[in-house]
């Protein structure tokens, strides 16, 4: 149930980010540049102020920063909520000696004395 609540919110991520422009739209001149002919007048010259850029390396770059971040939380919360399962330890190996006991003989029908391993 995580895991697929977790795809789901993943999958809703990204597309929300494929689907939202980062900057605004603006209209394109198809049809060559732009005459001042009968149109409008043309526009005024350019002042000589700083103007700043687009900074659209700062949109990518914060929202790189952002998805990093929330993957990082993201797996945090997911690795660290519920119980996990832990191999047992291996039992412990029998405890074996040898031991001096009297076996029948099979050749003629007497007793004689083997050494055997013997373990609990």
Known sequence: MKKTAFSTLALAAALSTALLPASNAFAQYYDGPPR??????????PRWEHRRHDN???????????GVI??????????NSG??????PPPPPPRCWLEDRQVPNAY???WHIETIRACN
């Open 83 to 88: 119980p996990r399962y832990v191999e047992p």
């Open 70 to 79: 929330g993957g990082l939380i993201g797996g945090a919360i997911v690795n």
């Open 36 to 45: 001042w002919d009968h149109r409008r007048p043309p526009p005024p010259p």
């Open 108 to 110: 003629d029908g007497g």
């Open 56 to 66: 659209t390396g700062r949109v990518i770059a914060g929202g790189l920063a952002a």
